[in-house]
């Protein structure tokens, strides 16, 4: 009996050693599972903060690449600008304006008016790629061209037409020529190219810019041609 007594203790003691082992192999189990859950959302913020610098990078490339595609118009505008105020005949300066239309807006459609105010017509000077028959009748106030000679207004198109466009309000924008205060011409940009979605804002800067130039250089080599003729005819009266 006493031998069964003991046998039993040992029993009981072998399996509270169990039952404690089970208990610190759970403890452990649990520790580890806690572990494993911190790890997991340590790699959860460590994936989110590489997806986020990754993002960062991406936008950073890509707003570089778009600081040198402005950088490279400016440039490009500064250099047609200076040949604007350096072209000593008019259609050096028209050359020098659908340049600057075609190389940095991105339209090879376009067409340049003065604002005759006795006629009270808008007389076109100069077209490219748009049928000039249907723009010599234009008045003040009359279209998006009519509009802007008479309120010196930039005016764009909500959604530009594409090149080759024949409809007559198919005009993406409207420059104002300005000078002393005064509108003196107007710019029209007819159909887009192709890689050309839409005018963004440096387009808007770059048009406006161009409507402050284009007047004053048109002024300017008038007045060299006056100055030529006058020259001339006082040369040929003293001859």
Same mark, same amino acid.
């Given at each position: 009996?006493?031998?069964?007594?003991?046998?039993?203790?040992? !029993?009981?003691?072998?399996?509270?050693?169990?039952? !404690?082992?089970? *208990?610190?192999?759970?403890?452990?189990?649990?520790?580890?599972?806690?572990?494993?859950?911190?790890?997991?959302?340590?790699?959860? $913020?460590?994936?989110?903060?590489? *997806?986020?610098?990754?993002?960062?990078? $991406?936008?950073?490339?890509?707003?570089?690449?778009?600081?040198?595609?402005?950088?490279?118009?400016?440039? @490009?505008?500064?250099?047609?600008?200076?040949?604007?105020?350096?072209?000593?005949?008019?259609?050096?300066?028209?050359?020098?304006?659908?340049?600057?239309?075609?190389?940095?807006?991105?339209?090879?459609?376009?067409? !340049?008016?003065?604002?005759?105010?006795?006629?009270?017509?808008?007389?076109?000077?100069? *077209?490219? =790629?748009?049928?000039?028959?249907?723009?010599?009748? !234009?008045? %003040?106030?009359? =279209?998006?061209? =009519?509009?802007?000679?008479?309120?010196?207004?930039?005016?764009?198109?909500?959604? %530009?037409? $594409?090149?080759?466009?024949?409809?007559?309000?198919?005009?993406? *924008?409207?420059? %104002?020529?300005?000078?002393?205060?005064?509108?003196?011409?107007?710019?029209?940009?007819?159909?887009?190219?192709?890689?050309?979605? @839409?005018? +963004?804002?440096?387009?808007?800067?770059?048009?406006?810019?161009?409507?402050?130039?284009?007047?004053?250089?048109?002024?300017?080599? +008038?007045?060299?041609?006056?100055?030529?003729?006058?020259?001339?005819?006082?040369? =040929? $009266?003293?001859?």
């Amino acid at each position: 009996m006493e031998g069964l007594r003991a046998e039993n203790a040992r !029993l009981r003691e072998q399996l509270a050693a169990r039952d !404690l082992e089970l *208990a610190r192999l759970m403890a452990r189990q649990r520790a580890l599972e806690e572990q494993l859950a911190e790890a997991g959302q340590l790699v959860e $913020r460590l994936d989110y903060r590489l *997806a986020e610098r990754e993002r960062m990078s $991406r936008m950073s490339r890509a707003r570089f690449v778009l600081l040198e595609q402005q950088a490279s118009r400016l440039l @490009k505008l500064y250099v047609a600008i200076h040949r604007l105020h350096e072209a000593s005949q008019r259609e050096q300066v028209l050359v020098a304006i659908q340049e600057i239309v075609i190389n940095i807006i991105g339209s090879e459609e376009l067409a !340049l008016f003065r604002v005759d105010r006795e006629a009270r017509r808008l007389m076109l000077v100069t *077209a490219l =790629g748009v049928d000039a028959e249907r723009l010599c009748s !234009l008045v %003040p106030g009359q =279209g998006p061209i =009519g509009e802007v000679a008479v309120s010196g207004t930039l005016f764009l198109a909500p959604t %530009p037409p $594409r090149a080759g466009d024949r409809r007559p309000d198919a005009v993406s *924008a409207c420059v %104002p020529l300005r000078m002393g205060g005064q509108v003196h011409g107007v710019l029209a940009l007819f159909g887009l190219l192709p890689q050309k979605r @839409k005018l +963004d804002e440096v387009d808007i800067e770059l048009l406006t810019l161009l409507g402050e130039h284009a007047a004053p250089a048109l002024h300017r080599a +008038d007045l060299l041609r006056l100055a030529a003729s006058s020259s001339a005819m006082a040369s =040929g $009266r003293a001859a």
